[in-house]
């Protein structure tokens, strides 16, 4: 779920970047993308920013993206908001969910990052990136995303078959402060058709 590389700009060796390649956030991708940015920075101490890449990325875990944008703000209020047929909470708030609290810290130690985003980025891969960027811990470089907004359950039927059914929305952002991305998506910072 985690792939990095180091990129060196050709016309300035002096400038080095981590590149970190996000293909779905499942089960374990918040440990496994804290352990790929501990790698980085261990082996690469010349290291000047972080691009993390949700091009094509599906998305996945709602918790696992919760926990990995957490990793990179150092921030103490809600990123993530559900608005459901009870109104809007916070994330880890409502009625049976798991308790999610803020970790302080940032494992890049505040190095700059950037989101490189398309339209194959859907759902987590668009909080990951819509978070980063309403928080101002990023700027979006690529095309808009593919607007994926919806909370979905899984629920197994009496003949051993399986319905996915549309429970809630996410939105980016507190309850009393949200951006919603059902039907509207992420918009880059910086339009990159070519990405």
């Not at 792939?3 to 981590?18: F, M, Q, R, V, W």
């Not at 082996?43 to 957490?70: A, C, M, T, W």
């Not at 990123?79 to 969910?97: K, L, M």
């Not at 891969?125 to 819509?130: H, L, R, T, Y």
């Amino acid at each position: 779920m985690v792939k990095t590389e180091i990129l060196i700009d050709p016309n300035d060796p002096s400038k080095i970047y981590a590149h970190v390649i996000l293909t779905q956030f499942g089960d374990t991708l918040k440990n496994d993308m804290v352990a790929a940015i501990n790698d980085v920075l261990l082996k690469h101490q010349d290291v000047q920013g972080f691009i993390f890449d949700v091009r094509g990325n599906p998305g996945g875990s709602l918790k696992q993206v919760y926990e990995s944008v957490d990793a990179l703000v150092d921030y103490s209020g809600p990123f993530v908001s559900i608005r459901d047929n009870d109104g809007i909470h916070a994330y880890g708030t409502g009625e049976g969910d798991e308790v999610l609290l803020p970790q302080p810290g940032d494992v890049t130690n505040g190095l700059p990052i950037a989101v490189f985003i398309d339209g194959n980025s859907a759902s987590a891969a668009e909080i990951f990136s819509g978070a980063l960027q309403i928080f101002d811990r990023s700027i979006t470089i690529g095309k808009g995303t593919w607007r994926k907004g919806s909370v979905q359950g899984i629920f197994t039927l009496v003949d051993g078959s399986t319905m996915r059914l549309n429970q809630a929305e996410y939105l980016i952002g507190s309850p009393t402060k949200w951006v919603a991305v059902q039907c509207v998506g992420v918009s880059p910072d910086i339009l990159r058709r070519d990405l």
